[in-house]
């Protein structure tokens, strides 16, 4: 597993996920206690958002890259805005244009800024540069068992994954379920606090340049509002877990003579969580009681998202 610790509110609500992994968007990778990381990733990789997804290492292809370091973007001569780019097959959940015209890549922190609540609030939780490619690379990293180390969307969060010694397996350790918790109450409230009215609306007007990020991303025949569906099942289907989640040292080969330690890294230890998506096992890390609320707020969402592909 490698568990990574970013978003649901904005990675599953997508600028729905910007709210969880969406919401979150979150993820799975977690330090241990002191030091550490959950999945294979050090505590610095953690997701603001609180949420635990697995992370294997893996790299995001480098696609064309539109926004500058500085920020402004610079729309390049493509097809009009007002359509996403034409993909091979039909989308099964189709997005229509609304009656808003679609958001150009320069209008993008103005419109995150009037929706989301400000650019520095929202820069607390999520890297904004670029946001487009970020968070459809997550979202569609939430999907899948190894999510991507580089464009993921969500900031570390705080503090460090609480672990307990098993005291019946000395090799193992518990997640300390309610102090880790804790590390999420604060991008939960926001992410649950989003108005989804707001979210998806700002997301259909954004649809085209998403589209365009997941085909340069590597979907050439893909739909990605069909992806985002598709992971919001997923963590929807994310089984609940009462009882303390255990986790087992990942085995690695040893560091060579005179490296720098590495930091330790972990796995579940239950090999059925362990198999689990990105996405399910960030549900799993933030506690049942998070998880419960994030799931009402991924379910709106993905109502709302249905209707995109219904005539207004």
């Given amino acids: 597993m490698n568990l990574k610790t970013r978003p649901v509110a904005i990675a599953a609500g997508g600028v729905a996920g910007l709210a969880i992994v969406a919401l979150g968007w979150q993820i799975a990778r977690g330090p241990g206690p002191g030091a550490g990381s959950v999945g294979g990733l050090p505590a610095s990789s953690s997701s603001a958002s609180g949420v635990v997804t697995g992370v294997s290492g893996a790299t995001a292809p480098a696609g064309i890259v539109t926004m500058a370091s500085s920020g402004k973007v610079t729309p390049a001569p493509a097809p009009a805005a007002s359509a996403a780019p034409l993909v091979p097959g039909a989308a099964k959940h189709p997005v229509l244009p609304g009656k808003a015209p679609a958001i150009l890549p320069n209008e993008v922190d103005a419109a995150l800024a009037q929706a989301l609540g400000g650019r520095k609030q929202l820069g607390s939780y999520v890297y904004l540069e670029p946001l487009a490619r970020r968070f459809v690379a997550s979202v569609d990293g939430l999907g899948n068992k190894n999510a991507p180390t580089t464009l993921w969307l969500l900031r570390p969060a705080p503090k460090t994954l609480a672990l307990k010694t098993d005291a019946r397996q000395a090799e193992q350790h518990l997640i300390d379920s309610a102090a880790n918790s804790r ?31 997941y085909v340069e991303l590597g979907h050439p025949a893909g739909h990605f509002n069909d992806r985002l569906i598709e992971v919001i099942d997923q963590m929807l289907a994310t089984p609940v ?63 709302g998202l249905l209707k995109l592909g219904r005539p207004s």
């Fill in 183 to 213: 590390r999420y109450d604060k991008f939960v409230r926001w992410a649950l606090a989003l108005d989804t009215h707001r979210l998806l609306d700002l997301y259909a007007r954004m649809y085209p340049l998403l589209q365009q990020s």
């Fill in 241 to 303: 877990q009462r009882a303390p989640l255990r986790l087992r040292p990942l085995a690695e080969a040893p560091a060579a003579s005179g490296a720098t330690p590495r930091t330790p890294r972990y796995e579940f230890a239950d090999a059925e969580l362990e198999a689990l998506s990105t996405g399910q096992k960030m549900l799993l890390r933030v506690g049942p009681q998070h998880a419960a609320r994030l799931k009402i707020k991924l379910k709106a969402l993905r109502q």
